[in-house]
């Protein structure tokens, strides 16, 4: 039988032995481990951003309108055009769109709004026919369609028409819903309008289309669309319909309420201004919330290499955009596909 001897650690240890250095992190200086080797900088690596995150702007124009006068915005085309720029989206890897229009003929009560022959639904077929795949999106918004250029419809003395104004964007949302879209969005932040347009929607068996309001910081960083599409309203702003930019716990709780009122997900714009707001949303919201990178950024990064918006795009995923809406949409998109 044999035994077995267990020294103890007074027997092993070597007191005249020198120690080992031990490398601290507070002491440590130079190369980092992980970014040196080009290997393990791969091993790491993780796209933040693919083709399939981006939503692009459609802004459909009358076939007869001066393209001068609206070529300038990317995602500006003529309706004749919307089916082929759809496809072109597409075969880059976006599957979503946004479409707005250019409306001429405007009137108090934005009758055309609900004409199932208006623009509006002439592009929203175009586009479902020729890529039935495409995620398709819509404002449920007066401000293309009445003449004084507001959000919402006006009562007599120029006050807000609230319920009439609630009927418009339900009814608009049913209309564009028929006519194949899948998501809605009431754009003027005006209280009750989500729920309004919630239940119409269930009303009319369509509890399957989503609905995507707005959080708006009031900004010139519109000025540019608006002036595309003649949209700015006659007394010049929409400080009643928008958040001020100081108001940080306004947009938070608005962002609540719309949640709270039936929405599915949240577009928070503009985008640039609209770092902070993200990233505290993304800690209270589980919803998908979609960073709009307006007109006014997109004229921003219009001579700057792509690399550039590419960067920006990236830093909107990390403030906690799951979705990026982009004038830029086609051009990253591409950059994207070619490895940048």
């Given amino acids: 039988m044999t035994s077995t001897i267990v020294m103890s650690p007074a027997v092993v240890e070597n007191p005249t032995a020198p120690a080992l250095p031990v490398r601290r992190r507070m002491d440590v200086t130079g190369v980092n481990p992980l970014r040196a080797r080009p290997r393990v900088q791969e091993l790491l690596y993780r796209e933040l951003l693919t083709p399939a995150d981006l939503i692009a702007p459609i802004l459909v124009q009358p076939d007869h309108r001066d393209p001068a006068r609206y070529r300038y915005l990317p995602g500006a085309v003529s309706i004749s055009e919307v089916a082929g720029h759809a496809q072109q989206l597409r075969s880059v890897g976006v599957r979503a769109c946004k479409i707005l229009v250019y409306i001429e003929h405007r009137t108090p009560h934005a009758e055309d709004a609900l004409n199932p022959d208006n623009l509006m639904i002439a592009a929203i077929h175009a586009v479902r026919n020729a890529v039935p795949d495409m995620v398709i999106a819509t404002e449920v918004c007066g401000c293309a369609w009445t003449d004084s250029g507001e959000c919402v419809l006006l009562g007599s003395r120029g006050r807000t028409a609230i319920d009439a104004t609630y009927e418009l964007m339900a009814r608009m949302a049913v209309l564009h819903a028929q006519a194949g879209v899948d998501i809605v969005g009431p754009a003027a932040v005006l209280d009750g309008s989500v729920q309004a347009t919630r239940f119409e929607l269930d009303e009319a068996g369509f509890t399957d289309v989503g609905v995507a309001p707005s959080v708006i910081f009031d900004s010139a960083l519109f000025d540019i669309y608006k002036s595309a599409m003649n949209t700015d309203p006659g007394r010049g702003n929409r400080r009643g319909f928008q958040i001020d930019p100081s108001q940080l716990g306004q947009a938070l709780d608005q962002a609540e309420r719309w949640i709270d009122e039936g929405a599915d997900s949240v577009l928070v ?70 490895g940048q």
């Fill in 269 to 338: 714009q503009p985008a640039m201004t609209s770092i902070d707001l993200l990233t505290r949303l993304r800690g209270v919201i589980r919803a998908p919330l979609i960073a709009f990178s307006t007109s006014g950024e997109d004229q921003l990064f219009a001579t700057a290499p792509i690399a550039v918006q590419l960067e920006y795009a990236r830093a909107l995923k990390r403030a906690g955009a799951d979705l990026i809406m982009t004038y830029g949409a086609l051009r990253l998109a591409r950059a994207l596909e070619d």
